[in-house]
C-alpha cells in the first residue's frame, strides 16, 4: 500500500524532498512575521469572496478573521517561527483538523490557485522563496486530499439493501 | 463544541501551555541525539515485550526498528532539532497517521507507563526535561483518543435495519 506521503507526490508531482526544502532556510527569518499576515489575509480575502460557490461555501462556517489566524500561525510556525500555532491550539494534525471539509482534489487546486494568486500579490515574498513555498502548499493540498480519502474508506462499512444512502433517500 | 485540545487537556490534566513548554527550551541541543534514540529503543523494547497481549498487538504490523526510527525522529524535529521525519514521511500529521490504530483511554495510559519507564531509565535526561516531556507525551496522547474518537462518529451513518452491524450479523 502506498504511503501518504507516496500519493500526495504522485497526486501534487512534488516530491517529499522539494516539500519540505523550506526547512533549507528559515523563511520566518527571511520574511517577518507582518509578510506572512499579509498573505493569508490576501489569500482568505480572495477565498470568502470566491465567485465559485462550491468552494466559498466550504469555509462558511469559520470566521474569516480565525481562518487568516490558524493559518498564519501555522506558517510561521513550520517555517522557522515561534510555535504560535502549538501554543494556542496544540497539534496542527493537518488530516485531523481538516477532517469536516470535503478535501477533493478539485478543492485542492482552487485552494492552490487562490494561494499563488495571494503569493503573488505580496512584494515581499523573492521568488526563491515563493517556488519553495508553493512546493509545500501543493504537495501539503494533496496530502490532505489523500487523507480525505481515509475518511471514505470508513463509510465503506458494509450496509444492507443500500441503506447506507443518506437518510432523506 | 469542545475543540480537540480542549478535550486532550481535559483527559490528560495538561493544559495546553503545559504540553507545549517544550517549546521553551531547545531539548534537542540540550539532550542530543543519541538520548532520543536510547529513549525509544527503550520504549519500544518494553512495548513489543509487553506482557499484556492487547496492547502488544496494536504494534504487531510494524517492524520495530521502523517504530523506534519513526519515533526519535519525530520527538527530535518537534523539541527542536533538524526535520528528520519531515524530510523522510512529510507531514507528521499525527491524528492522520494513528489513524489504523485503536487509540483508547486505555491503550494511552499503557503508552505513557511505558514511556515514563523508559523515560526513567535515561539518566541524560534530566528532571526538569523529563517533567516537559511527559506533560508533552500525556497530552498528546489523550489529543490521539480524542482523534481516535472522530473514526466513530463516521460510523454512525445511519444504517436502515441494524445493517451498519458486523457483516458476520
Not at 89 to 111: C, D, M, Q, S, Y
Not at 126 to 148: C, E, Q, Y
Amino acid at each position: 500500500m502506498q504511503s501518504l506521503q507516496q500519493k500526495a507526490s504522485e497526486w501534487s508531482g512534488v516530491s517529499t524532498s522539494d516539500a519540505f526544502a523550506i526547512d533549507e532556510t528559515n523563511l520566518f527569518e527571511l520574511l517577518g512575521l507582518q509578510t506572512f499576515v499579509t498573505l493569508s489575509t490576501n489569500f482568505y480575502n480572495r477565498v470568502y469572496d470566491d465567485d465559485e460557490e462550491w468552494f466559498r461555501s466550504i469555509f462558511a462556517n469559520s470566521k474569516k478573521e480565525d481562518a487568516i489566524q490558524n493559518q498564519y500561525e501555522f506558517f510561521v510556525q513550520r517555517m522557522g517561527g515561534p510555535p504560535l500555532y502549538s501554543q494556542r491550539k496544540g497539534h496542527p494534525a493537518l488530516i485531523g483538523r481538516h477532517r469536516p471539509f470535503p478535501v477533493t482534489h478539485r478543492a485542492a487546486e482552487r485552494w492552490l490557485h487562490h494561494m499563488q494568486q495571494a503569493l503573488d500579490s505580496v512584494p515581499e515574498i523573492d521568488a526563491d522563496s515563493k517556488i519553495k513555498m508553493m512546493n509545500f502548499f501543493r504537495h501539503t493540498a494533496f496530502f490532505l486530499v489523500t487523507g480525505d480519502e481515509l475518511k471514505n474508506q470508513n463509510q465503506g462499512v458494509p450496509c444492507k439493501h443500500g441503506a447506507n444512502k443518506p437518510a432523506a433517500v
